[in-house]
């Protein structure tokens, strides 16, 4: 576990090593799967596009469901997001990452897409751009501000340079060369939460648990016929 204000590299890494294990142990498969895309494959795919890097508005549908799933789920952004044409993602998605390192005017060129406001936004670049641009979640939110109330561009600048300092920080105290990047930091705050989160019962289990039950009753039924 470990907090914010904490200058232990060590505990910074078990979290972050233990970032997968907890987001499977929360037993939500759909998040599993959306996370190895989020994390594994979308940013390859992205860096593979020339001349200019962008996304689809199939891969945003994705990202902004890995974003509710990993978090709060809001029905009405993903509706939103898919309604968007390819068209529009992709040019908006191409002028945001051109802008990078500029945090105010990358989350800007997406934020003119309806549904995306800067913590989506803060996902997209994130993908595309780890060291520069940590996803607003709520857990790391709350971690480096107090709060993941306040889903405002100017917010997510604080919260991103509050990151941004503490990969910095971390970088210099680790051995060996060691170093952390902002989305790093995320994650490993995420992982923290994560470990106190509630577990979702897979359906498997509760099949399995539903059937016991039922064998156990018709057992019962039987003995007392005889």
Do not use: C
């Not at 952004?77 to 802008?99: G, I, N």
């Amino acid at each position: 576990m470990v907090e914010f204000g904490s200058e232990d590299t060590q505990e910074w890494r078990e979290a972050l090593d233990a970032y997968q294990e907890r987001l499977e142990g929360l037993g939500n498969e759909k998040l599993g799967e959306l996370d190895e895309f989020y994390r594994l494959e979308l940013p390859k795919v992205v860096a593979n596009r020339r001349p200019e890097a962008y996304i689809t508005q199939d891969e945003l549908v994705k990202v902004m469901d890995w974003k509710l799933s990993r978090g709060k789920w809001r029905a009405r952004l993903q509706s939103f997001v898919a309604a968007l044409s390819d068209d529009e993602v992709q040019e908006a998605s191409q002028k945001a990452f051109a802008a990078l390192p500029n945090l105010k005017e990358a989350v800007s060129q997406l934020s003119v897409l309806k549904g995306i406001g800067p913590a989506t936004a803060s996902a997209v670049l994130a993908a595309h751009a780890p060291a520069v641009a940590p996803f607003m979640s709520d857990e790391a939110m709350v971690a480096a501000l107090g709060n993941a109330k306040d889903y405002t561009l100017k917010s997510y600048l604080v919260f991103a340079e509050k990151l941004r300092n503490k990969a910095e920080e971390l970088s210099k105290l680790g051995e060996d060369m060691e170093s952390f990047t902002p989305s790093d930091i995320e994650r490993a705050l995420w992982s923290t939460a994560a470990a106190s989160m509630p577990k979702k019962t897979p359906k498997s289990t509760k099949a399995g648990k539903g059937k016991a039950a039922a064998a156990s009753a018709a057992t019962k039924g039987v003995k007392r016929k005889r």
